[in-house]
């Protein structure tokens, strides 16, 4: 297990990263106030062909989707990227404009401090890294979104936000008028206008939170609460066994193409500082880490050797390099650690593992529960939003829902109320593996002990049985609990359980919760959300097979599945396909009827026009598609 | 689109056909009344390693898991398989001893006996069909197990099903100790003990269906019913476009290797009927077919052309074959056809869409319903199974749940009424594209309308975004349906809406329906479900990374995905693994607590003892793991 890491090579890092549009599709940007340019996907459409009659042929022009978009500027060949010095800093303007930070010379973190300037990683290192800022000092120096929304300030991040979150303005008129009122109705009451006043109010209340650490100047505003569309997280991260720096940049870049609303970093080894850099730069998606794994780095490993002032000393480090949350495993009590004693797969995370094994060597409480404050004070300076882990969530079906996860969660609550007597933001995260049944009642108790905070799971998985297949078992999970509330579903790839996520295992893990949290949007009502599935289905019942690969979550997937059958050029086009022949396709045959059926008006006329349309239909109708 | 056919080579096919055994797995089996044997998957575990003090280590023994296999004999070594002459006839001594049926000299359909001697499909040809079976001539000719079961008698095959069904009974002694009482409580009142009785009582309550044709001899019998484990269907057949007959078998013993319960054939094209015939003798799973894709090959795929004299030759040509539920549309009533003209989608299923055309163009009621008691008498002659078909169901999210649909869904209870007056059994299939929020409500209405017949659905699809993905946004569906009482999940493959499935995509298919149908029982709380999970839990828990891939639903990929990072056989004994290094290993780190917990008994020693644990796990406890 060598710790030895490959120089960075931004040439060659530029050329892996993948930066082709998606099919048909290009970047829109829709303006707003405060210089908002907010990015849609638009996907192009083919037109519609009517036949109104053996002879008569028209067009009907298709108008194209626009769809949220994740994958920032690496889609857009108009942008000019260079890995060296990182993304363009859309916020900076903004944060400067708010004149309650400073720039600092350079980091305030003795670690960070050390590596700027440690000749042993200089080929690993970014080369020029931004000046930190940080809250200016005196009473209640405070950067946070909360603490902006608490005092009725509408934020140019909640602006872009407000902007971004609306399906339905994203359309354009004809299509909007095409469409409107075709979703569902909801039992979640969300058919609230998305403005920026609406975002504040969501922020202020706690029940969303929008991760934007003032260091991260690089990220597209996003926010993560059961009243918008659920989002999803990608985990990267090499260990200690594999993987270098240049993958996980490109694994980043990879994931928010494939729709990664914010990337966890859980990389481990001795590199982590500068791992992470490289991909806070270039990600405009926010970027949480979990400080407690370097923490360990720094003590070699040894639980029992972690102090206070060396994971503050981590906060301070990563919170200037632009963490936008971290992951706090303050909940882990001592109390708790007996709890978990004869459960059947003990502690299965690893930052509630440690957590649990400094508090039995010391037995003493857990220092990030008594230094809670403390860590409150370095989010607030930096806006850091606080993503608290559940160190006790459950490793198996047998363990779900049980005293340890709950008494967890309860402690989580408290330490919720005290978050946000400071104005920081916090999420809380869930578990894990819950059986189908077992799955609701963890957002209920979730919003009743942690006060509505968002609900950030992990998965869960529905079954153990199915090692390789996570993503599936998870993926069912996480639409229930999408659907239940959760505000956003960190995803679970196939390599789950067995070994570390490659490039396509990303990708599986991906396409598997956009699914998932799609389909909890659609349960949930949202807005705008059931656009996408119209204009899909529609082009499926008009056979415009190409439309059909276009508006995929997976275009490439979809069109070499289908030329693995079918693969010539004219079976684009054709009026049936590989499933059932022309003979058999339920698509032609209903079109047919549609027609047959189309100039029925008054339903008194029914039978009549029936019996009219048969023997029209017999005259005309019969083999049109062969 | 050639409908040349390769002529089947038994040799060759039976090269092809996979007949490994599962890792560490043998087939046992259960003896009941009757000659009944009941064919267990058992996989072996290897020991438990406990080190008791860094000097003493011992051993465990772990009892082996027995799963329900629905394999047949081509996963046992020892079988003897001929494809030549097919399986088997388990059943033969069980319907001959019955005294209620007599063998034909020969097939009793027009259309089979002209194929019996056709020099033209000699090739492809099973040689030596048996002589069909029917029920003896006279008032209550009804071989049904329905009919039996309302007259009180348990047949064999329910012996067999409660033997089957009873995944407690299935395992040692030991394991049942060890485990009982660990699975969840339900909603469901599923704590019913698994005997004959109780399978007779709910099928002479229509509440589940034994699919065993007399002509099917071959079967192991297996039941479908919300209070028994969910089952799986997997559709094979080839189309005109493409695919052969060997493929097909193939094909079949592949879906039955990765769990089909039940295999549908819904090939088109001209050699239907020697397709069938092949895989139908070679078929240990119940087969079922939509005759009336068959019917409108024999009226070159003119619908119009369909008549009622047509349709009975096919239905008695396919049941003195042994086909053992046939799926029939008879709920498209010509006043619910002008319903789907302002869907989005039409109508979808193409069963539905041909009999819709028919009824169009001859303005006449759909004559499957107008002959539907002409159907009962030909079912119970065989004991064929109706699976009434959803012609109308949605074909996109748009369209769920509408009043075609509905309609339907109360026409088809009506005939329910009808053929269990007949005692035949009866199971209703349903959508399709739906919803999560618009699931459950499709169960709920299908038990109202339909009186309690077993629920069949296709899925359903949750979202229509992810053509390439759809065994997973149907995944979701299916678990959901199934927790609600869905009591059979027909798979969707990858290749769905974009072609047809090959060897691969029917695996894919069936893991992930497979995990679908497992989450539901768990949800459930069917009686012993948990236990593989737990099974796979404690080898996780306990590092017996053998265990783990053996016990995974499909250890060939949990292998090789563990094998693609850490490959050494050294690191399948390692206590950690590649996700997070030996550093993070929260499951090393938990069984420290364990060990360091697992003598405090009584709750008011436990500060006390705590702090002694404390003291001595820092004095031994470290890096025991290095």
Redesign the interface.
């Known amino acids: ?1 060598s710790e030895v890491r490959r120089a960075v090579d931004p040439t060659r890092l530029a050329s892996r990263i993948t930066r082709d549009p998606f099919p048909a599709s290009r970047k829109v940007y829709a303006e707003g106030p405060h210089g908002v340019r907010v990015p849609w996907r638009e996907i192009a459409l083919s037109d519609t062909i009517i036949q109104d009659s053996p002879e008569v042929t028209r067009l009907e022009k298709n108008a194209p989707l626009r769809v949220y978009d994740t994958s920032g500027p690496y889609t857009d060949p108009q942008a000019a990227i260079d890995v060296r010095t990182g993304l363009p800093k859309l916020r900076e303007a903004w944060i400067a404009a708010r004149g309650d930070t400073e720039q600092l010379a350079g980091p305030s973190s003795a670690f960070g401090r050390e590596r700027a300037h440690d000749p042993a990683t200089a080929a690993l290192r970014f080369a020029q890294p931004p000046a930190p800022r940080r809250a200016k000092a005196g009473a209640g120096a405070n950067v946070s979104q909360m603490h902006y929304a608490r005092r009725g300030i509408v934020t140019p991040e909640m602006e872009y936000i407000a902007l971004r979150e609306n399906l339905q303005r994203a359309q354009l008129p004809e299509a909007l008028e095409q469409n409107g009122g ?1 979703h ?1 109705g ?2 979640f009451g969300m058919r609230h206008a998305i403005t920026g006043e609406f975002v504040r109010q969501e922020v202020a209340a706690g029940r969303a939170v929008i991760p934007a650490n003032i260091n991260h100047a690089e990220i597209e505003p996003m926010i993560i609460g059961r009243n918008f569309l659920t989002k999803v997280n990608a985990n990267i991260g090499n ?4 993987s270098d720096i240049e993958d996980e940049v490109d694994k980043m870049v990879w994931a928010i193409r494939w729709g990664a609303d914010t990337v966890m970093d859980l990389s ?2 001795k590199h982590i500082h500068e791992t992470r850099e490289w991909i806070v730069r270039n990600s405009p998606v926010p970027i949480g880490t979990v400080p407690i ?1 370097q923490a ?2 720094k003590v070699n ?4 050797d972690l102090t206070w002032e060396l994971f503050r000393d981590t906060l301070i480090e990563q919170a200037e390099q632009g963490v936008d949350y971290f992951t706090i495993h303050a909940g882990v009590l ?2 708790y ?2 709890l ?2 004869k ?8 930052g ?3 957590m ?2 400094w508090c ?4 003493q409480e857990n220092f990030l529960y008594t230094h809670f404050e403390d860590i409150c004070e370095i989010m607030k300076a930096y806006d850091v939003t606080f993503s608290l882990g559940d160190g006790l969530r459950p ?4 363990d779900a829902n049980d005293e340890a996860q709950f008494s967890e969660l309860h402690t989580l609550g408290e330490l919720t109320q005290i978050a946000w007597r400071h104005d920081v933001q916090v999420m809380i995260e869930g578990p894990g593996h819950v ?4 799955v609701a009642v963890n957002v209920e108790e979730e919003l009743k002990h942690c006060f509505e905070a968002p609900f950030y799971t992990l998965g869960p998985l ?8 996570d ?3 998870s ?2 999970g996480a ?2 609990i999408g ?1 239940a509330g959760t505000a956003m579903l960190c995803y679970v790839t ?7 996520p ?1 490039r396509n295992d990303v990708k599986q893990g991906l ?2 919760y ?3 949290a ?3 949007d ?4 949202y807005p705008g959300a ?1 656009l ?3 204009a ?3 082009a ?2 008009e056979f415009r097979w190409e439309d ?2 276009r ?4 275009p490439d ?2 069109r ?3 030329d ?3 693969p010539k050029e004219a079976a684009k086009t054709a009026h049936f ?11 032609k ?6 027609n ?3 100039s ?1 008006v008054a339903a008194g006329d ?1 039978k009549q026009e ?2 009219r ?3 029209e ?2 005259k005309t ?3 049109i598609y062969l």
């Open positions: 297990m075709q569902r909801s039992w260990s200690a066994v594999t481990t080894g794994y360990l780095e490993g040894v639980a029992e001592l109390r650690v007996p978990t004693a459960r059947m797969t003990g502690i299965v995370s690893r509630g593992s440690i649990a094994k039995l060597a010391h037995h490793g198996s079906i047998a059986p189908l049944h077992m529905t079954t153990d049985i199915a090692p390789g297949y993503h599936i078992t993926a069912i639409a229930n659907w196939p390599k789950e359980h067995l070994g570390l490659d396409i598997a956009k699914i998932a799609h389909a909890a659609l349960a949930k009502g059931q996408w599935d119209n899909i289905s529609r499926r019942f059909q690969f508006l995929a979550l997976d997937t979809a070499a599945f289908h693995e059958t079918l396909c590989s499933m059932c022949g022309p003979k058999f396709c339920s698509m045959i209903s079109q047919d009827i549609r047959a059926a189309q029925q029914l029936l019996a349309k048969a023997e239909f017999r109708g019969s083999e």
